[in-house]
Antibody
Framework: EVQMVESGGVVVQPGGSLRLSCVASGFSFKDYAMNWVRQIPGKGLEWVSL????????RYGDSVKGRFTISRNNSANSLYLELKSLTAEDGALYYC?????????????????WGQGTLVTVSS | EIVLTQSPGTLSLSPGERATLSCRASQTIISDYLAWYQQKPGQAPRLVMF???NRASGISDRFSGSGSGTDFTLTISRLEPADFAVYYC?????????FGPGTKVDIK
């Protein structure tokens, strides 16, 4: 069974930083692109970032570009998201999401499996 | 970025009825890279359709997708209780990947 388990969500002060992690299982992690998607509870979905199967290509949403960094460790079946310069608008449930494709040239083919998310709250 | 508009915002129907959800893009979606996701309260989204008209694994054939270019439709032929949820469309052909605001299908 494909599974993604996110962790790292905490309450952080504005301007602060944190790192989210996601451990994947049940599929060949090294062959697929991965994404982060966030959702303010009760609101819509916002794509945050994509990383290709080998980490060679990354893409970011406009609202996080320059502040967030996506990375992966294929040996550990793990995906990460480094968040910096956080504002209240970054507070959300962050989902780790498997792509249908390998993410060659940073392209997505859709998102076929989602984790349950980890909650980030930005508050003083 | 490509802006997706979904209509209606809420669709109130009875079990057994047909649901027609619309997703319109502000510009042409490359290769019809348009997906639909279903989300129920307290759950993560679930892929329903990708490539505009390809059902995801485990999705009932009561779900069908159509459209190309800028106008896409998700149709649920006969609503069952488990189908009542919020549906989001997404384009993944052009970065940044974007989602529509969602259509809530609720029980009339």
């Amino acid at each position: 069974e494909v599974q993604m388990v996110e962790s790292g969500g905490v309450v952080v002060q504005p301007g602060g930083s944190l790192r989210l992690s996601c451990v994947a299982s049940g599929f060949s992690f090294k062959d697929y692109a991965m994404n982060w998607v966030r959702q303010i509870p009760g609101k819509g979905l916002e794509w945050v970032s994509l990383i290709s199967w080998d980490g060679g290509s990354t893409r970011y949403g406009d609202s996080v570009k320059g502040r967030f960094t996506i990375s992966r460790n294929n040996s550990a079946n793990s995906l990460y998201l480094e968040l910096k310069s956080l504002t209240a608008e970054d507070g959300a449930l962050y989902y780790c999401v498997k792509d249908i494709g390998g993410g060659f040239s940073g392209n997505s083919y859709g998102f076929d499996k989602w984790g349950q998310g980890t909650l980030v709250t930005v508050s003083s | 970025e490509i802006v997706l508009t979904q209509s209606p915002g809420t669709l109130s129907l009875s079990p057994g009825e047909r649901a027609t959800l619309s997703c319109r893009a502000s510009q042409t979606i490359i290769s019809d890279y348009l997906a639909w996701y279903q989300q129920k309260p307290g759950q993560a989204p679930r892929l329903v359709m990708f490539g505009a008209s390809n059902r995801a694994s485990g999705i009932s054939d009561r779900f069908s997708g159509s459209g190309s270019g800028t106008d896409f439709t998700l149709t649920i032929s006969r609503l069952e209780p488990a189908d009542f949820a919020v549906y989001y469309c997404q384009q993944y052909g052009t970065s940044p990947i974007t989602f529509g605001p969602g259509t809530k299908v609720d029980i009339k």
